[in-house]
């Protein structure tokens, strides 16, 4: 299911590509893939591929009874969690570097393509994939220490994360998709519809974005693996 | 010694039993776990905070000279017509509100009982898969049903009452026909998803996603194919902007996007059956190992 | 010699609800069989001996060493947890090597490991199947085998033959008997005496969270020959039945069930009792429909034992 969620952006790039080529669409492809960028990867399929496996990192050991067959081997249980936090990253880091390549590719290559332009794509990944770290960390935050950690989690992702950002100020740092949205390119009105997405923000410095991300993803994994190394949990029935 | 029995045939003489309103206690069940969930009660009760404002909209719309500081420069919202019962039915708040609901106590609906693998255990009643879906199904009608069809119901009644005459009625002849068939649509809609996100795992967590997920991709979708496009089509991918273009061809009013509503509803409609035909398939007695 | 498993003063409760309590014991090499009713402390026990509960107050140690968040002694411990939960997308071969990956060993030591555990439970021929496929028999299997494919020196296994049929009761029994034999300290927990006694003469008795009593397996058995018997005896001719029984010196009492055609003799000398309906029913036409001993399980000697 979430493949294919991850892939209907590539399945988008393709009808916009079709569309394109046909000559309805004279806007270029980086701009098209800004937007997808902006509206579908950055605000929509890092959190929810972050919230599913994040808040099921403990959960799902819990619900399914299977938790003693790990904390009964010679690994500590900080381990355990650190293991399962870099197994899902992995797993979700495929689903979002592939198929933001793959969309960027099918909407820029053509006979001006240089490889220069692959950098910009790779940018473009690096800072998604500073976002689902640091989401995927928090939500196994929420994971090790409730045990229903969904609608909170659901709460943060979709609710929070989205009003927050248009507050003026230093209230708008107070969520990840600000400093992603600060290392970003900026959007100016003349750049898009989606102009509105970044109204108020107030950029942080790029250096200074990168390194609150990874203090985000490491405050809460090391959060995570000290409450799960501490705290009892029982199987429920 | 014992003698060996005889096996014998024997005629069974019973009689069967009239067939029993056999999904009502599937409901039951599911309403009572729901309501035993962590937190749904207030989540439920903060649920009806939209129809309160609305039910004090139209205190205040009878009442406009005794609340004209309030009321000056915002009469359009104290005009009581099909569109202030069409925006209650398709306000944002509430859906959300009821995809949380159903996130809490409707997700696991059949997704639990795949879990614990009680499906077999339901058929080995006297019970047919109707029953069972219809029994599973009546958990998100109740919920989806006290959202909206009994608030808009009520919200029609106090404005007959406050007026203290039949004039609106006389002004609005189909409104309440619109108010119940819009609803009942809604309550089709909504109990078709939640029951299809809920086959379509047996992982409580995953169906909350997809439901969120689901809802939340409809709408970015359909953004960025506006964008793209440029089309009022564009609508067409969104389940929020289908039903707010179903509720406008339900209350008569100018709907919000430039098509035809009853593609919306064509749409919605062809969902819903794709849904029953899914979850029907989905839910077995037995399960297959592949 | 150190001790294999050591709890001192072990207490755990769960809200208000008792788990164990104040359970001092010491366990050596050998089969050692936790015995009690359901919901008498023997998983809470077992989950505290493997590190998965802490306790309220107390200690567990196995060689000397504290189990909680210790992670170096889970090297020498298996656990066979009760609940019949897997990975179940997983093989049974591949959700060996994963586990067996965690103990450090190399991918090919950790393969070899896994068949051989998979060879002990016989289930090499269906390893390559999901675990979702597996029948009772083999998930208990496969469960034993996650526990044992380490060669760990202590081996706790909560309810390990429950609900299994009569051939694959004897393939586990076999299997940890097998370990016991190589000098290991096995504790197993169940409620059911026929199938502790097939394994072991050592048990533990646990009831309401304390161990009320420790020893030889014929212990138990003493105490329910001398804690009198009920045997319900369904026949036609009950009434006949219990007027040949009625002269037996060994027949405490006798009650009529005359609407279910019963009756049910109470004896402190089963064996004899038994004999002589033997002899009865070889000697005259008698009917028996059903035979059926009450209070011939555990539940009655636990009451016995606590005084009910």
Redesign the interface.
Known sequence: MFFLLSSASVLLAVIIRGYQLAGHWTESGQIIFQNILMVFFLQFLIVILSLFYGTSLVTEELEGKTLPYLTSRPVSRAEIIIGKYLASLALTSIMLVSTVLISYLILNIDRDFRLKDLWTVARYSLVLWLGLAAYLSFFTFLSTWLSKPILLGLAFGFGWENVIQYFPGTTQKLSVVHYLKSLLPQYTAASGRLSFLFIRLEPTRDWLSVLILILITAIFLALAALLFSFKEYLMQD | M?SIREKGYHHWEGQFLEKQRTFWPITRTGLKLAFGR??FKLFYTFSFIPAVVYAVIIYISERLEDFKSISQGAEKIFQINPNFFKSYLTLDILYFAIL?LM??GGAGLLADDFRHKAVQLYFARPLTKADYLLGKAGVVIFFVGTLTLIPAVLLYLLKLLFAGSFGFFLAYPGLILSIIACSLFLILFFTAFVLLASS??N????V???I??LY??SE??R???S???RSPLSALFSITANLKQVAAGFFQVKPPYDYPWYLSFLLVSLFCLLSYLVIKHKVRGVEV?K | MRVAIEARNLSRWYGNVLGISEINLEINPGITALLGPNGAGKSTFMKILTGQLKANIGEARIFGEKVWNNTHIFRHLGFCPEDDAFYEDLSGFEFLCGLLSLYGYSQAEARGRARQALDLVELSDVGGRQVRSYSRGMRQRIKIAQAIAHDPDVLILDEPLSGLDPLSKRRIIKVIKEFKNAGKTIVVSSHILPEVEALTSEIILIHQGKIIARGDIYFIRDLIDTHPHMIRIKSPQFRQLAKSMASEDYLLKMAFEPENQAVVFETHDRDRFFNRLNELLLSSPLVIDEITSPDDNLQAVFDYLVGK
């Open positions: 014992t962590k937190h949380l996130s809490i379509l795992s992982n409580r967590n995953y909350i996603s997809i969120f997920g939340f991709f970015i979708l953004g960025i194919i964008v793209i496009f190992i």
